[in-house]
């Protein structure tokens, strides 16, 4: 590939946190980005595909069923708006847009914290207090996070200032999930229905960081929203706007080592077509995640002090996600559009400890996409489980489409199991199906290249909020971090480590012209 154009900035990784990163630059800054993509579709975990079968076209989301806060002028909305022209529309989920399902009860979440609030006192009134106090908290330890990711940008003077007024909500948010659940709650139930949304950030309540667990919960406290037309259309509404300020998206194009001279990044060494070749710019930008950049990308003589540390924080934890394409509308079981979280037991620790040594669909998330799309074509679903990636090891080396009949014959059965779970709570599930397509860890691995399909990256962890390296900076000169590990998880996560990467580059003064583009916008 020969590309003699200058770039002001080359990114790796067309995810969330690369598109957003690149825009920014773009729409801002009036920059040239070059955005390199492995994967033969731009988008990373926003990418969707489409299958045929039997003349029908099927189309799934892979790294989106919902995210929150999409109600106009809250200011992720007025991100995603600035980042797509505006021309990205959300639809939002009913009302009623969780349901978690236990072996002796149900319970469906409002879009809404006070009636949220109001069904939980009702049907565990001896916990009110603790009920209250736990949404207080939830929406305030949030603030201590945004208040230590600031510092990404802000001069040092500005954020001791800022540290010695702002309250300190630490020791409350880097206790895990469990100790804050066991401190304030008495019942076990109400215990596991706060956490059912566990599998939002990828931890167990008794490993997970309290302050993860806020975030999350936080964000979809207003309801979930999902973009019509698929999760395609956010990568779609966002190359143009990249290409216009005289930027490239290049896909099928794999970054194989950042180049470093004299402790500075300097370009990137490429594989496209089979060739090799360098590309130079003087700002380099990986949405790799940490393992990929520190571990995989710069040349192992580089010394970088935390390189033992990443490789220990990284996790086996991986998903397995059945696509579903209906023969007929899923409205016909009862289902409106909500997510379904179906759980064997209340004990989420146990549960996760159990599908980590043995592999056994115990629980699972049902999302059906073309319920929250008004204008998807046929229905489908995706019926999402985690597992351990080392289960998978043995088929590591072989090829995605070409992997051998007992990768085959695994694949039917955990796809059935699946199915079986879901079918047990929806009655005649299995009687609509008509294509099931199952993606394991290999497969999240190959198209995202998240180390053992760890695709949440760093696990959130309250060691995961201490590490200096979860930061938009590096040790090296013009060398960034976007995307989850410059922030946190979650297509939203992701986006904010997108903003805040910029500001980073640009500065404080850079973060003011930003906030002015998008209140302007
Ligand atoms: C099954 C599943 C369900 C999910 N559900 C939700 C949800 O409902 N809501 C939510 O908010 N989040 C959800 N997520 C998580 C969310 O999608 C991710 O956290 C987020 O999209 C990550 O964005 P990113 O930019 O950090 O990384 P990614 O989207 O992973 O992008 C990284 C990109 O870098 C590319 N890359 C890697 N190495 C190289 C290289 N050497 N050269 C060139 N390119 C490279 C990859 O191919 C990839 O495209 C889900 C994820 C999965 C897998």
Known sequence: MQ?????DAIIIGSGIGGLTTAVLLSKTFNQKVLLLEKHFVAGGQTHDFIRTHNGKKYRWDVGIHYIGEMKKNLFSRKIFDFLTDGKLEW???PYYFEKFVYP?????????????????????????????????????????????????????FFSNLKNLF?????????????????????????????????????????????????????SYLYGG?????????????????????????????SVTEIIINRGKASGVKIKKDNKETSIYSDVIISDTGAYNTYIKLIPEDIPIPFRDEIKQATGNLSSLTLHVGFKENPKKLGVEGENIWIFSSYDHNSVFQESMKQEKIRSAFVSFPSLKDQ??????????????????????NSTWLKRDESYKKHKEEIAQQLLDI?????????NIVDFTDLATPLTMEFFTNWEKGGFYGIPPTPNRFKYKWINPKTPIKNLYLTGTDAATL????????????????????????????LKSN
Request: net charge neutral; charged share 25%.
């Open 3 to 7: 590309d003699n154009q200058q770039y």
């Open 91 to 93: 639809q939002k989920m």
């Open 104 to 156: 002796d009860f149900s319970f469906r979440q409002a879009s809404n914290p006070k009636d949220f609030q109001k069904d939980l006192i009702q049907k565990f009134p001896d916990e009110e207090e603790a009920i209250l106090q736990y949404f207080k908290d939830v929406k305030k330890v949030p603030k201590w996070y945004q208040s230590k990711i600031s510092e990404s940008f802000m001069p040092s």
């Open 166 to 218: 702002s309250d300190n909500y630490e020791h409350i948010a880097l206790q895990t999930t469990q100790e804050y659940m066991d401190a304030h709650f008495k019942s076990e139930q109400l215990k596991a229905l706060l956490t059912s949304t566990w599998g939002d950030y990828g931890l167990p309540p008794n490993q997970s960081a309290f302050v993860m667990h806020c975030l999350v919960v936080r």
């Open 225 to 253: 929203y999902y973009p019509v037309e698929g999760a395609g259309e956010i990568a779609k509404n966002m190359i143009p706007i990249i290409e216009k300020h005289g930027g490239k998206v290049l896909t099928n194009t």
């Open 375 to 396: 204008k998807a074509e046929n229905h489908t679903a995706e019926i999402i489980a985690f597992t351990n990636y080392d289960f998978y090891q043995k088929w590591r």
């Open 422 to 430: 879901t079918e047990k709570h929806l009655p005649g599930f299995k």
């Open 490 to 517: 979650g297509v939203l996560g992701a986006l904010m480590g997108g903003l805040f990467t910029t500001a980073s580059i640009k500065g404080l003064r850079g973060m003011m012209k930003i906030m002015k583009a």
